[in-house]
């Protein structure tokens, strides 16, 4: 089979089917490699630097290595199993079903004005502390995860699986997981977890600005602001901490007309977060709605990117 229905097979299987609760998941299986590997590493190792580059050397060979290995062992059985574990290996790796899913959990309950199950809710997709924010500040969080995540969890894999097959896919993911594991500036992570920062920092470079670029065009066909977008993803996107959240965040914030940002709690200390984008209008359900319309085809416009790039067009 060749490597576009591949791809077109994972993205299909993502749409239909979102995260297999109940089956075996490569990602769970690279959070309990990590879990296993930093407990001796941090007890035994004085050096935490050195422990957490060993942490992120060990998760990423073993990954690599458990990713060739059952592609490998398919593809001496038969191609179609090939076939099949490729498709299944690539379609873990891939969000946009439960990007969707779990937001629209949070706006469900808005809906309903049950804003401490919206917050239970939304406490489940961010890193802040969920139990004060009123709706808009709920709405606002809930778009920002959206926003960054379609470059964490749809273009950014989509971007890897096209560059080389579930392996490089696969490593993407054991990255992003060591940097939401371990990858906190807290006194119990600073040191362990700088590799894996690093590292996440890097491999999202090329996925997050292009992410923008995409969101920025898939704004002119759903009718939002695309010359907005692009302008405000120039101005703003820097701002952040991260060097890549910025990109999507901020391209989305100008194509909603919205602003992004401003105070929020982690861990217990309020920080204030640099605004992104202007406060034409105030975040709402309807916003939602459109950030969800960008996401969806934002990923469709990377997937085709992806199809052209394996079919040699790029």
Known sequence: MKPEWL???????????????RLPHPVVFIGTLITRLEIPLAGLMRNRRLAGVLLTLGTLTITGVVAWGALALAAEIHPWLYAAVWVWLGYTTLALRSLHRESREVVKWVEAGDLAEARRALSLIVGRDTSQLDEEAILRACLETVAENTSDGVVAPLF?????????ALLYKA???????????????RELGWASAKLDDLLNLIPARLTGMLMVLAAFPLGLNPWEALKIMLRDARKTSSPNAGFPEAAAAGALGVQFGGPAVYFGER????????????????????????????ALLALGLGLLLVGGWL
């Open 7 to 21: 791809i077109l097979s994972a993205f299909g299987l993502d749409l239909l089917l979102g995260d297999p609760r």
């Open 160 to 168: 890897y699986l096209s560059l080389g097959g579930p392996v490089a």
């Open 271 to 298: 920080v204030e977060k640099p605004t992104l984008g202007d406060a034409d209008r105030p975040v709402t359900r309807r916003s939602y709605r459109q950030m969800v319309g960008l996401l969806y085809l934002t």
């Open 175 to 189: 990255a992003s997981t060591l940097d939401s594991m371990v990858g906190y500036r807290n006194d119990r992570y």
